[in-house]
């Protein structure tokens, strides 16, 4: 079966600090992926996603993601962290069975240090 | 403003009493969703909907109905809500396959079920 992994439950970096958020995923062919951010309260929002193409993908709020099929991986990444993007992070990838369905992993908790 | 409303944000039931959340959505969608989230779980989905009078279920289907009579409105119904139903519900909805649109999520309802 489909799975998404994202190893952190939580990650604390210090504001202005780099941040990198680990997905891997398991699919043998080009899958469909995206990033979403949970803020507290509030629903999911689509950061960016990837289908093809360049492997370096831009999104919303200054973050970018790459795709790296060789490890599975598609790592989310923000050269410096703002105290606003303290949230939950999820990765997803599209279902091979239907086009309309997401898997999501599991979340990683994003925490902001002053 | 586009978006897909959920009610009620809040709402605690007790056992076996039948209770509904709404979602409705007003971008004209034909694709509509609901998942739950659960800690550690990422978000799982509940049902889905193609189109009007069109549901299917998804991975977590047990113990929830779902209708969808007009384009707009996909209501979550429980019928016999139990403890484990305790969660955080979120309706989505999408213009067309995942890799062109991807998910509008809504707010979220978060239940609990005592």
């Known amino acids: 079966a489909q799975s998404v992994t994202q190893p952190d439950i939580h990650i604390t970096v210090s504001e202005g600090a780099s941040l990198e958020l680990r997905c891997n995923y398991s699919?043998?062919?080009?899958?469909?992926l995206f990033w979403y951010v949970q803020s507290p309260g509030q629903g999911l929002q689509l950061l960016l996603k990837?289908?093809?193409?360049?492997?370096l993908v831009q999104g919303i709020k200054g973050f970018e993601a790459e795709f790296k099929r060789s490890q599975s991986s598609f790592n989310l990444r923000k050269p410096s962290v703002h105290w606003s993007d303290a949230a939950e992070y999820f990765c997803a990838v599209g279902a091979v069975d239907s086009s309309y369905k997401l898997i999501f992993g599991s979340g990683t908790r994003l925490l902001v240090r002053p | 403003e586009a978006q897909v409303t959920q009610n009620p944000r809040y709402l605690i039931t007790v056992t076996g009493k039948k209770l509904t959340v709404t979602c409705s959505q007003n971008?004209?969608?034909?694709?509509m969703s609901w998942y739950r989230q659960d800690p550690g779980l990422g978000l799982r989905q509940i049902y889905y909907?193609?189109?009007?009078?069109?549901?299917d279920k998804g991975d977590v289907p047990e113990g929830y109905k779902v209708s969808r009579k007009e384009k707009r409105n996909f209501p979550l119904i429980l019928e016999s809500p139990s403890p484990n139903q305790t969660s955080l519900y979120f309706c989505?909805?999408?213009?067309?396959?995942?890799?062109?649109?991807?998910?509008?999520f809504g707010s979220g309802t978060r239940l609990t079920v005592v």
């Open positions: 989505a909805s999408s213009s067309g396959p995942l890799y062109d649109y991807g998910y509008t």
């Open positions: 699919y043998g062919a080009t899958p469909y």
């Open positions: 909907s193609m189109n009007v009078e069109v549901t």
């Open positions: 971008m004209n969608h034909e694709y």
């Open positions: 990837y289908f093809s193409g360049d492997t």
